[in-house]
């Protein structure tokens, strides 16, 4: 490398804290970032490095120098006496261990072997609440670390915030700090509303909690789904807390704070690490967002000892894991065609490494998704992988639109059979009017029929039908059980062994049930829980077929769209052609025993099922309560029969208490169904 000139160097460094300073206001005072935050701690580690360099360059004003941001004008100022600072960073094992050397070197030999609490970085906001007396006098946000905003408006609608401290022996003011966030099932069924109502979705949760907490009507923060957890404490006056932090923290969740359940205590620099790797395994199943793990020095007498630097304590440090978000270019959309001729664009990246994969696709969800980002073909877009969910593109760097740029333009003609597409009014969905003649249509038409939760065919993998509809030997999922020998051994990749196998699964996928059946049929909008309400109503596929539409409305979960949908089908020549040809093919189940509503054990009674249940699905669960003759109701009110609760379950449950209706939990709730001679 060319040695770089001083004079470029310095002005390198003033491109960086201006770049910086720019990304902070977006950040912290808009709540509106432009750019992940892999590229900011990349910016601020180049900064950092030329500072380090050049000491004599670094000026107080300088953002490796600060803590977030100023306050927003519109909340009262609160100044924090103990001031809410930062935390430095490790990237790799190497850095932990220098910040275990740094603390070693400042309190001596001696202090070896150090014991430290590991807790998760949960990657939300900074909060400061405030209890006197054991009541929350206020909260407030971090701000720039000395003067945060007054929220205590909103702060009072969190549901794992107290108002009052539970027990005893808290000091009489007492100012807790911790992380505001929302879980990620939360962010996700509030980005699916925005969506749907074509509101701008967040970028991510970190961002949905910082722009709840800092808005001006409690209402609004009052239904976003947030969450406290408590990490630490300020101000204490009128009170002794213990002298180590594990035991502070321990004290917090007898007052009734939420504290993480994740945290440890371990001893020495290498057990952080083997932390870090046992907690990196189970980051996607967390059911919120983190960035790392804080490692703290457990004595608050060495904490005191090693003080603090400009803008983080010297006694912590934060190891950060691989960016759930990274910047990459759009190099092109492509349109996929689903089962019900569906037509979502696809973006084709520039390969990046992001959430622990190579990430090459992400969904840009529909037209209307396409037009709140402004994205177009070269644009530089941030992407989000984080947990289970699909890669997505979150937004775009728009300040870094090259010249060339190109619009998105979208087919006017199914890009797989060249049919003509339709917008529906009032739906964000392009389709395919092909129908059965589409083959994007037909492939996935016959992959769902296949799947697990359908006709359940083992070894028809998604190559394999792709190769079948290729090759003509399959238009829709009747031709499956037409297949022979012959034509099988002639695909790619198929043995002799395989093809048995294949028709031998075929033929057992025969025997089936009518839900499954209906479920498998693909019919829009009908999922497993619609097909198995439609089948315990009608007990047979005849009447199913011949009800009118209002019989088909009287069906739990049926409203009018669905009954469209499934009437289309069923006056379809098409559609009945292949249903018929299925059971030609010998596509049997075992008959249905219809039961007046009035005979169904629960009949009369109103249920909820919140929480996160582990052997059915919600969805599931409504079902099985339904098909025993029971509504399931969204919410608790006095009319309410049982509420089934699984873990994670929040307000539904403490309203059930309230009023003094039944909870079972899930097991209960099993056996419950297992004497009914029901079961999932
Ligand atoms: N994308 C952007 O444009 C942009 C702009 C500014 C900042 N950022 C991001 O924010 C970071 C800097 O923000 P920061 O100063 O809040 O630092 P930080 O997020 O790296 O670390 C400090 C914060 O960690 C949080 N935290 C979570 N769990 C904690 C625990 N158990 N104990 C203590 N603290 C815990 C607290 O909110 C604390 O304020 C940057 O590294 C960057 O990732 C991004
Ligand atoms: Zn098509």
Same mark, same amino acid.
């Given at each position: 490398m060319a040695a770089v000139s001083t004079q470029d160097l310095r002005a390198e460094l003033d491109r960086l804290r201006s770049e910086l300073r720019d990304w902070n206001h977006r950040y912290y005072v808009l709540d509106d970032p432009s750019v992940p935050d892999a590229e900011y701690d990349r910016s601020m580690r180049r900064l950092q490095s030329i500072e380090a360099e050049h000491p004599d360059w670094v000026t107080p004003d300088s953002p490796s120098q600060r803590v977030g941001d100023? %306050? *927003? $004008?519109?909340f009262s100022q609160v100044a924090h006496e103990v001031p809410m600072l930062s935390l430095d960073n490790a990237f790799d094992a190497a850095e932990l261990a220098d910040f275990e050397r740094r603390c070693l070197d400042r309190l001596g030999a001696d202090a070896a072997p150090l014991t430290y609490n590991c807790e998760p970085k949960l990657d939300g906001i900074a909060v400061s609440l405030l209890y006197r007396d054991g009541l929350l006098e206020r909260g407030a946000t971090r701000g720039d670390g000395t003067t945060g905003e007054d929220i205590t408006h909103n702060v009072r609608t969190i549901g794992s915030i107290p108002l009052r401290l539970r027990g005893e022996g808290y000091p009489a003011v007492l100012e807790v700090r911790g992380e505001i966030y929302m879980p990620r099932a939360g962010f996700e069924a509030l980005n699916a509303r925005a969506r749907e109502r074509g509101d701008k979705p967040f970028v991510n949760p970190r961002n949905a909690a910082a722009g709840s907490l800092r808005q001006l009507d409690a209402r609004l923060a009052a239904e976003r789904p947030l969450e406290m957890c408590s990490y630490g404490v300020g101000l204490v006056e009128g009170g002794e807390l213990p002298e180590h932090h594990s035991a502070i923290l321990a004290c917090l969740g007898q007052w009734g704070l939420r504290t993480n359940t994740e945290t440890d205590v371990v001893q020495g620099i290498e057990a952080c690490e083997a932390y870090y790797e046992q907690l990196a395994a189970k980051r996607d199943q967390l059911p919120y967002d983190i960035d790392g793990i804080v490692y703290k020095v457990d004595s608050i007498e060495l904490q005191a000892q090693l003080g603090f630097v400009s803008r983080a304590p010297r006694w912590a440090i934060a190891r950060k894991f691989p960016a759930q978000e990274e910047v990459t270019r759009l190099l092109d959309v492509e349109f996929q065609v689903g089962r019900t001729g569906a037509i979502t664009p696809v973006a084709r990246l520039e390969p990046v490494f992001v959430g622990g994969v190579t990430v090459s696709n992400a969904t840009l969800h529909n037209q209307d998704e396409i037009e709140r980002l402004g994205a177009m073909i070269g644009d530089t877009v941030v992407v989000r992988r984080a947990g289970d969910v699909i890669p997505q593109v979150v937004s775009v760097v728009t300040e870094r639109r090259p010249d060339d740029a190109a619009a998105i333009r979208f087919p006017d003609a199914c890009p797989v059979c060249g049919s003509a597409v339709e917008r529906e009014a009032d739906e964000a969905v392009l389709r395919c009017l092909g129908g059965l003649v589409c083959a994007a249509q037909q492939k996935a038409a016959i992959r769902h029929f296949a799947s697990r939760r359908a006709m359940d065919v083992d070894g028809l993998g998604d190559k394999l039908v792709d190769q079948m509809v290729d090759e003509g030997l399959v238009e829709n999922v009747a031709g499956l059980y037409q297949l022979t020998f012959d034509q099988l051994v002639g695909l790619e990749r198929m043995g002799q062994k395989s093809a048995d196998k294949l028709l031998k699964a075929l033929e057992q996928s025969k025997q089936t049930t009518? %839900?499954?059946? =209906?479920? !498998?049929?693909? =019919?829009r909008e009908v999922g497993e829980a619609t097909a198995l309400n439609l089948a315990n +109503?009608?007990?047979?596929? !005849?009447?199913?077929? &011949? &009800?009118?539409?209002? !019989? *088909? *409305?009287? @069906? $739990? $979960?049926?409203? %009018? @769209?669905? &009954?469209? +949908?499934l009437r289309q089908f069923f006056d379809s020549e098409g559609s009945m052609a292949v249903a018929k040809a299925l059971l030609d093919a010998g596509v049997e189940w075992p008959a249905i025993e219809v039961k007046s509503a009035a005979e169904l054990p629960f009949a009369g009674q109103t249920w909820v099922v919140t929480g996160k249940l582990e052997a059915v699905g919600r969805n599931e669960a409504k079902s099985l309560l339904q098909s025993l003759g029971a509504k399931v109701a969204g919410s608790v009110s006095a009319k309410t029969h049982c509420v089934v609760a699984g873990p994670g379950a929040g307000s539904k449950l403490a309203k059930a208490s309230e009023l003094g209706i039944d909870v079972i939990d899930e097991e209960a709730f099993l056996a419950l169904l297992a004497n009914h001679g029901v079961s999932p």
């Open positions: 100023k %306050p *927003l $004008d519109q009518l %839900p499954r059946f =209906i479920f !498998a049929l693909g =019919i +109503h009608f007990g047979s596929w !005849a009447d199913l077929v &011949a &009800a009118p539409e209002e !019989a *088909l *409305l009287e @069906v $739990d $979960d049926v409203g %009018p @769209v669905v &009954a469209d +949908h």
